[in-house]
Structure formats: C-alpha cells, structure tokens
C-alpha cells in the first residue's frame, strides 16, 4: 500500500504545532529552572523617615527594614520595626538619643512604633542643621542630615464658589486657596495643608454637630509646589473644596446656612529639597502604579547606608472664620 508524502503544507502545520508544544513545555518549567542566587540577591536595608519641625512637640524617627525581592517568606523578616536600634539626634555639640516607643499595655495600643524624645532636650531652630545616626546590632549604621528652612507665613486667605454644569442641573462648589509671598533670590519649596472646622447647624431639630475635615488641594501635586520659574512673586495654592450643593439663586442658604460657625485654618510648610523631591516622587508613583505601561518612578533617598528620608520643615498658619 502507498501512503502520500506530506505536502508542504502539512510539514509547516507539523512544525508549528511542535514549537507551540515546545513553548509551553518551556513555560511550565520555568519556575524549576530558575537559580535565585543568579538574580543578584541584595540584602535588606534600613529605612529611615524622619520629619523636624521648630513647631514639634516631640522628635519622632521611624525605622524599619526594607523586604527584599528575592528571599525565603518563611525566614524573612524585611519590612519590620527595627526596635533595637540606637538612635541619635546632633546639632552642634549638642546630642540626644531617641528611646524606642514601644507599648507596654492595652492603654497604648494607640502609640505609633516611632524612637522619640521631647523637643525640648533638642529644640529644631531655623536655619540649624540636625544630624540622624541609626545603628544596629548587626553593625548597620545609617545617616543623614537636614536643614530647617525659614518660615514663609500666609497673606491672604480667600474664600470663593465656582458653579460647574452636571448634566441636568448645577452644582454649586464651595473653595479656599492660600496666597503668600515667595522670598527673592532662593530655592524655596511649600507644602499647603489645613483643615476646614466647622458646627452644623439644625433649626428643626435644635441640635448641632461639632466637625472637621483635612483640606484636600486640587493640583496635581496635592499642594506641594516649588519657586522654580516663578521665584520673588507672590505664590498661591490650589483649591481646596470644602462643600459642594446644588445650584440655587440663594448662595448664603447653601452654604453659611448650614453652620453655626465655620472656620478654615491653612498651614503653609517651608520645607527643604529632600522633603520636596521624596514626597513629589511618591505622589507620582501613587498617579501611575495602577497603569502597567507607566515608567517606573525611582524614589530618591538622602539616607546614606540605608534608604528613605530625613527632611525638615517650618509650619505658618492663617485662619479665615467663615461664620
């Protein structure tokens, strides 16, 4: 009996349902076939956050250890509290260690995991420089160095509704932005926060509502901003929405009808370059991390032998009573 040669055809059909079962034979044995020792294993680090404030009560450092990429879950202890550290604090010939704040009892479940100390053994001056040491143990030392900046206070604070279109109606959205004067002639960075404080009010029920919310400003960069391009002018914030109602042609109903009082308090942080450059750096991660074609974001570090960000800051504030 003659049995046909296969055509070209049918080899090119052979040929290409070999590979697909080569490739994914490949696939399923990828993870066997892999040495982790040949993927540049690092050892953890420490990380360091750590904020100075003139305006602080107490000095607070937060270390931990940093996980690694490659590592065995059941032994790895990366990412946890590093408790047994010595931390000091140096500015001058002045030095003071931080105790670790470890809870003791239910009573302080509440306290953060931080080395802290009164800011009065070591009071944050503008314009000093204050030197973090961390040392370990295990013989891990990190280190870094931060210098306070000068207050800019606040001019003005001012309080303003936009009425946008939604549709088949209006909305009403009520806003305060900051302004203030940027010193001439030097880099200088800010971060806008505040809070919006207010008593609701309830003629029909004859009670009120004591509450507080954290301002949220509306810019890309959550209202950290720098001079640069604009150095020597006079600066402003973006919004910070503190209500939105719909459109109606009575605007004191809307908005100063619903509280007994209101006021809106704005903290305008002088902070310096390693506190700008980490915090921008993070908020653009937090813009892209859920979109798979975005550039990674490298977030920089001044913790040298160690990773993360020891920065400082002065705080000036301006409140606008609203009602």
Do not use: H
């Amino acid at each position: 009996m003659r049995m046909n040669s296969p055509t070209p055809t049918g080899y090119s059909a052979l040929f290409t349902l070999l590979a697909v079962i080569g490739m994914l034979a490949g696939c399923s044995s990828l993870r066997n076939e892999v040495d982790p020792s040949q993927l540049g294993f690092a050892a953890s680090k420490l990380v360091v956050a750590g904020y100075l404030s003139p305006q602080d009560t107490d000095l607070a450092v937060k270390v931990t250890r940093s996980k690694t990429v490659v590592s065995d879950d059941s032994l790895d202890t990366g990412g946890s509290d590093v408790t047994d550290a010595t931390v000091t604090l140096t500015e001058g010939n002045r030095s003071i260690t931080l105790r670790y704040n470890r809870p003791n009892s239910p009573i302080d479940s509440l306290k953060q995991p931080y080395y802290s100390a009164s800011a009065r053994l070591l009071p944050i001056v503008a314009g000093r420089t204050y030197t973090l040491t961390v040392v370990t143990p295990k013989g891990e030392r990190a280190t870094s160095s931060c210098t306070i900046p000068a207050p800019v206070r606040p001019t003005a604070v001012t309080f303003d509704s936009t009425t946008e279109n939604q549709g088949r109606s209006l909305l009403r959205r009520y806003y305060v932005l900051a302004r203030w004067q940027d010193p001439p002639a030097q880099a200088n960075y800010y971060q806008v926060t505040g809070f919006f404080q207010y008593t609701t009010k309830c003629d029909s029920c004859g009670t009120s509502q004591v509450g507080a919310t954290q301002l949220s400003i509306s810019d890309n960069n959550r209202g950290l901003v720098s001079d640069a391009g604009v150095d020597g002018t006079q600066m402003g914030s973006g919004k910070a929405y503190l209500l939105s109602t719909p459109f109606t042609s009575n605007e004191l109903t809307n908005f100063y009808g619903q509280y007994w009082n209101a006021t809106v308090t704005v903290n305008l942080m002088s902070v310096d370059r390693a506190y700008y450059q980490f915090q921008e750096a993070v908020i653009r991660q937090r813009r892209v991390r859920n979109n798979p074609f975005a550039e990674p974001v490298l977030i920089p570090s001044n913790i040298e032998g160690g990773l993360g960000c020891f920065a400082g800051y002065n705080n000036a504030t301006l409140t606008l009573k609203l009602k």
